[in-house]
């Protein structure tokens, strides 16, 4: 896997929406929040255990995007397609 501590990550840990920085060099963008599930970096993803429950909780209430401007440039989204794309160190 890629070492996080000098990448940027693109993609986010909890939805696996690719676009933002969320991470720089191992360092939350504090300017960055999710707009597919509204992840902020260090917030709901500082660790596995806080990403899952913050995936279990937002895919429990359907998975809602927190911004549907962003949803609709997006034709035929599945969540499941893109989870795919979450690091294995976040699954
Ligand atoms: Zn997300």
Redesign the pocket.
């Known amino acids: 896997m890629a070492n996080t501590e000098d990448e940027t990550e693109t993609v986010?840990r909890?939805?696996?929406?690719d676009g933002e920085a969320f991470w720089e060099g191992g360092w939350p963008n504090e300017a960055a929040i999710?707009p597919?599930?509204?992840?902020e970096p260090d917030v709901g993803d500082a660790s596995v255990m806080s990403l899952r429950n913050y995936r279990g909780y937002s895919v429990g209430h359907g998975a809602p995007w927190l911004s549907p401007s962003e949803e609709r440039k997006r034709q035929g989204w599945d969540l499941l397609t893109q989870r795919e794309d979450i690091p294995l160190q976040w699954r």
Request: glycine share 20%.
């Open positions: 986010c909890v939805c696996g929406f999710c597919c599930c509204g992840n």
